[in-house]
């Protein structure tokens, strides 16, 4: 039994021990569903008719294909995080420069900008979806104090996206702008102090020091906040439906109308197989730009 209480006594056993939990969920909520989706998207699968359920090929992939909505989800996609990566970005930045500066309540403004970031986007969503809407929300009624012609917004297909990507930087910046505190505090203040010696500008301090000394910290956070901004569902879901006329329809909610509504969970699958692979060569495009600038 000696062999036995060396096993146990050994530090490989007690790190699986302790990793055992944590890649059984693994397993269960990402390899499992993983390896499901991609066989179902090759069947015919109906949520309420699992028995029915036929292997049919490629024609989910050939029919995805074909489907002009799907397309037009894409574009929304791509217009969304087009528009919101450097919005949320740049206000993040801006908060994190005001905040950097010895202000009074500088705490209190911290909690502030970061509160919405940890707040549900679903309570988020129902409150601006009230707050802006066309006949009686506080945004307009303001507006119309000020004599500034009332907003369609949400129910506008030109506005509508403009304005969930608005809510959805504002609701999100204060993780970044954190991030970004936390980067400026890094910079040697002896750097600033010598540039103001030799006569540089605010601009050009911000310019030659600030940006090249949040660089990696940009990298990560552009990064991140583009794979985040793909998976936009919540917000048009629970603000306008994805319409009005499809104009705020994302590829996830396309998704999970198919899967869950329509209950055809093979073609929901197979578009799932799609988003999965693009999501990948976004992901290894982005690894291959900051090798090249590393080079």
Not at 168 to 178: F, I, P, R, T
Not at 192 to 199: H, P, Q, R, T, V
Request: proline share 5%.
């Amino acid at each position: 039994m000696k062999w036995w209480n060396k096993i146990l006594n050994s530090e490989k056993f007690s790190a699986g021990v302790f990793l055992l939990p944590a890649m059984v969920l693994i397993f269960i909520f990402i390899i499992a569903p993983v390896v499901m989706a991609f066989s179902y998207s090759f069947t015919d699968y109906h949520l309420l008719k699992p028995h029915l359920k036929e292997f049919i090929g490629i024609k989910n992939y050939i029919d995805i294909l074909n489907d002009q909505l799907i397309y037009q989800t894409l574009k929304n996609t791509l217009i969304f995080v087009i528009l919101v990566v450097p919005l949320q970005l740049s206000m993040a930045l801006g908060i994190a420069l005001l905040l950097n500066k010895k202000i009074r309540g500088g705490a209190y403004f911290k909690i502030a900008f970061f509160s919405p970031s940890v707040l549900s986007l679903v309570v988020i969503s129902i409150l601006w979806t009230i707050l802006l809407n066309p006949t009686s929300g506080l945004v307009n009624e303001v507006f119309e104090m000020l004599n500034i012609p009332k907003q369609p917004f949400l129910i506008s297909t030109t506005q509508a996206m403009p304005t969930i990507t608005f809510i959805s930087a504002w609701a999100c910046c204060g993780y970044q702008m954190l991030i970004f505190l936390a980067g400026l505090k890094n910079i040697p203040g002896e750097l600033y102090e010598a540039a103001k010696i030799d006569g540089a500008s605010k601009w050009q301090q911000f310019l030659h020091i600030t940006l090249p000394g949040l660089r990696p910290i940009t990298i990560f956070l552009v990064i991140t906040t583009t794979i985040s901004a793909f998976k936009l569902i919540v917000q048009p879901m629970v603000m306008t439906g994805g319409g009005p006329d499809n104009a705020t329809m994302t590829i996830l909610q396309y998704i999970y109308e198919y899967g869950f509504r329509h209950r055809n969970t093979g073609y929901a699958s197979a578009m799932t197989v799609v988003f999965t692979i693009l999501l990948i060569i976004l992901s290894l495009a982005f690894k291959r730009l900051l090798k090249e600038e590393e080079n």
